[in-house]
């Protein structure tokens, strides 16, 4: 089996993975198939424990094939938390492990983060492009200053693993393209009496606070590129049904999230032009851009009553030019996955794009001094 994973490998920073268990035992064994250059435990430890487990044990080898390439093998041995085992006892193991080793390769190739979220791939049998919108919505949650850490919301999520399921299934219910108009308001319906009744169920403060608020945030948004398979995703939201969002509040609001960039574009009036800024606080940049565009609506009043205002941030460490440039184009392109398109003055809406509000193919920006 390692040798015909080994022989399929490209050539170097090609992988591979597999999830199996071994007969008589409840525990699993994992490996990891590279080609090219070794790997530290450094780095693939924290991605299988985020998804949930515990490592046992390691046994790596090093195979050279006959064109010459270096291949090396990790078998880890894992053992799934009390929690997990319980959450999938009644899956097929060949659904877990599809679910377990598309999560883990999102996460080596970097597409998709590590943290407490992950573990929702097996907790809440979620794939983690789903997890990736829980993670965005709690991304988003600390930008307008949630008083809970991402963390915290991470932990209320694996804790009512079925409202995580209930979340995202109204999500699909108000976006997937693929979802019939005629039978959507009727799938929203079912899918919001779901998640209402489960949250109405948990019986912490603290908890059912933290799951309104996605359950709110999931309610106002109005478009999402969620379904045309980008690298990023975008929200494009009416802030007016935000739970808690500080004043004042824009008209409209799009937050971009990847594992490489986040940012937000705040928007005044369905007309209304402004800046985008490559910012340097990751943890508030959204409250910065809420600072310059209300420095704007006064400063340009006679002019443009209404302004909009858009930052970014780059999320690796140290970036050079080249990154910044790219995380640049990547938050433009989530502006505009989201935004209706001209072609002979008529408003044409953008691919498997559901839009929970009027045309709208306005957007201005332009990039500050310094981006």
Avoid at 48 to 54: C, D, K, N
Avoid at 124 to 140: D, I, N, T
């Amino acid at each position: 089996v390692d040798l015909r994973a080994i022989v399929v490998l490209s050539g170097p920073g090609d992988f591979g993975v597999r999830l199996y268990a071994p007969s008589g035992t409840q525990d699993q064994r994992f490996t990891l198939y590279l080609a090219g250059a070794p790997a530290t435990l450094t780095a693939v430890l924290p991605l299988l424990q985020r998804l949930g487990l515990e490592v046992l044990d390691e046994r790596p080898s090093e195979i050279v094939r006959p064109d010459g390439l270096r291949c090396w093998t990790y078998d880890f041995g894992l053992r799934l938390d009390a929690a997990t085992q319980v959450a999938v006892a009644d899956r097929p193991h060949a659904e877990v492990a599809a679910a377990f080793c598309a999560a883990f390769g999102a996460a080596w190739r970097g597409e998709a983060e590590t943290d407490g979220f992950s573990a929702l791939v097996l907790r809440a049998g979620l794939s983690w492009r789903e997890v990736a919108v829980l993670r965005a919505y709690a991304r988003y949650a600390r930008q307008l200053g949630n008083p809970y850490g991402v963390a915290d919301l991470a932990d209320t999520l694996l804790a009512h693993p079925d409202a995580a399921r209930a979340l995202v299934a109204l999500f699909a219910a108000r976006f997937d393209p693929t979802v019939d108009a005629a039978v959507r308001d009727k799938a929203t319906d079912e899918a919001l009496t779901t998640v209402r009744s489960l949250i109405d169920a948990v019986t912490g403060l603290d908890a059912d606070r933290i799951l309104r608020g996605f359950l709110g945030m999931i309610t106002a948004t109005l478009r999402t590129n969620y379904y045309r398979n980008r690298p990023f995703l975008s929200l494009k939201l009416d802030p007016v049904a935000v739970p808690d969002m500080p004043a004042p509040r824009p008209k409209f609001e799009i937050f971009v999230y990847s594992p490489r960039v986040e940012g937000v574009h705040l928007r005044y009036g369905h007309v209304a032009r402004g800046g985008l800024r490559w910012s340097d606080r990751p943890q508030d940049f959204r409250t910065e851009i809420l600072g310059l565009v209300k420095a704007q609506a006064v400063k340009n009043a006679v002019i443009v009553p209404v302004g909009a205002k858009g930052g970014f941030v780059v999320r690796r460490p140290e970036p050079g030019s080249e990154e910044v440039e790219a995380c640049y184009r990547l938050f433009v392109s989530g502006l505009l996955d989201v935004t209706d398109n001209l072609v002979d003055g008529e408003s044409v809406p953008p691919p498997d794009v559901v839009r929970h509000d009027r045309d709208d193919s306005y957007l201005v920006v332009a990039a500050d001094k310094g981006t």
